[in-house]
Every structure is written in structure tokens, then in C-alpha cells.
């Protein structure tokens, strides 16, 4: 999947099989600690697109 998205740089860090920088010592708890970055940063990251699945419809409005 990462390859279908042209290797996003900012998508590398929750990739396992990527090597990690010198120095850095990867474990579970690293890898969570990216996604949870990611994540809250999603919103300059990804496109903004409305979800169907929160879309008020007439009934709710």
C-alpha cells in the first residue's frame, strides 16, 4: 500500500520495514508513538473529503 501512494515521506515512520535513523532504537511503543503523531497531525496530511459516515442527513438536521 505504501508503494501505491508513491512513498510518502511523511507515511515512513509507521512503515516496520523501514530502516530506522542512525542512532534510533525501534520497539512497539516507538511505532505507536508515530501513529499517534500521525494521526493528530492527519489534517495537513491527508486531503480533506467529507466522510459519508458523519453526514447529517434530513432526518437529523
Known amino acids: 500500500m ?3 501512494f508513491d ?3 511523511e507515511v ?3 512503515v ?3 530502516p530506522l535513523p542512525e542512532g534510533v532504537e525501534g ?3 516507538r511505532l505507536f508513538e ?3 503523531t500521525f494521526i493528530s497531525d492527519y489534517t ?3 486531503p480533506k473529503k467529507a466522510n459519508p459516515a458523519t ?3 434530513d432526518s437529523q438536521q
Request: charged residues 35%.
Open 55 to 57: 453526514k447529517k442527513t
Open 27 to 29: 520497539s512497539e511503543e
Open 44 to 46: 495537513s496530511i491527508l
Open 7 to 9: 512513498y510518502p515521506e
Open 34 to 36: 508515530n501513529w499517534k
Open 2 to 4: 505504501y508503494a501505491d
Open 16 to 18: 516496520r520495514y523501514m
Open 12 to 14: 515512513a515512520p509507521l
